[in-house]
């Protein structure tokens, strides 16, 4: 029997394809659905509760509709709030994105990293938590930046977008009291991996960003482990749920992501 269950990816807007990527990359024959909530973007402004409450009702929709056979929450801000009221309210294995603050430790020469993330992500005890279980001898600064969202969705749109704005962003961090010994920064919102070199190319010097995004591809392919996938897979869906003009100039980057079919939820 044919399994043509797909893999379910959800982020706000396009920042989850930098989990997708590394995903097809070692599961090239998944199926796989991806949906922005375009209609809930941003979601890094947005309170505690307002996700708490979207993003579990938004699965449950989803999960009903495609049927997937596992899912991924490719977005920090969602994963750091609703992670355990996803995985409590769906009846399947549910993969979430937490900021990558163990191997930016590993990594660290300096003990000094940054973590750049949501202004919703950055103040989550989650993030405390894992500082104090893998980074407690290093200083951990942090910025939450909304501005970088925004770049990294015009980009996909095909805008190219100023390098005095990237370094804006990074100033937020490196300008911080102790923020001229950052050498690691976690890029801990999925959208801000997509402009990692942009970030690179304008930094004062150089400086070592890590995501998630590899690990939670290892992670995806563990737990499928044994299970069939078609041959053939059917052409990536990429699913909004607000299909509009901006929606529609994202199809080439959803394109080169194996996502061929946009519809509306
Ligand atoms: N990509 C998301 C994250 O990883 C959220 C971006 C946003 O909608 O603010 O946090």
């Known amino acids: 029997m044919v399994d043509e269950r797909p893999i379910l990816f959800l982020d706000s807007g396009v920042g989850?394809?930098?989990v997708l990527a590394p995903t097809r990359a070692l599961l090239p024959r998944?199926?796989?659905v991806y949906c922005a909530d375009s209609a809930g973007y941003?979601?890094?402004?947005r309170s505690e509760a307002?996700?708490?409450a979207r993003v579990p009702a938004l699965l449950g929709r989803l999960v009903e509709r495609y049927r997937p056979r596992l899912v991924v929450i490719a977005c920090n801000t969602a994963s750091t709030i609703a992670l355990p009221a996803v995985r409590a309210a769906l009846d399947l294995p549910v993969v979430g994105t937490v900021p990558?603050?163990?191997p930016a430790a590993e990594a660290s020469v300096t003990r000094t990293f940054g973590v750049l993330g949501t202004d919703a992500t950055v103040r989550q005890p989650y993030v405390d938590d894992l500082a104090q279980r893998f980074a407690a001898d290093c200083r951990v600064l942090r910025h939450g930046s909304a501005a970088l969202v925004a770049l990294a969705e015009a980009e996909l749109a095909g805008e190219r977008q100023a390098d005095h704005a990237y370094r804006t962003v990074l100033a937020g961090l490196l300008d911080q009291p102790g923020g001229d010994a950052i050498d690691v920064i976690v890029n801990a919102c999925t959208h801000f991996p997509l402009v990692a070199d942009r970030l690179a190319a304008v930094a004062p010097r150089?400086?070592?960003f890590v995501d998630g995004g590899p690990g939670i591809a290892r992670?995806?392919?563990f737990l499928t482990k044994g299970q069939a996938w078609p041959d053939t897979p059917a052409p990536g869906r990429a699913v909004f749920t607000r299909l509009d003009d901006a929606a529609r100039r994202l199809a080439p980057a959803l394109?080169?992501?194996g996502l061929d079919v946009i519809e509306a939820l």
Do not use: D, M, N, Q
């Open 16 to 18: 989850g394809l930098s």
């Open 30 to 32: 998944a199926p796989v």
């Open 42 to 45: 941003p979601y890094g402004t």
């Open 50 to 52: 307002e996700i708490a």
């Open 100 to 102: 990558a603050i163990k």
């Open 206 to 208: 150089p400086i070592a």
């Open 219 to 221: 992670r995806i392919a």
């Open 255 to 257: 394109a080169a992501h």
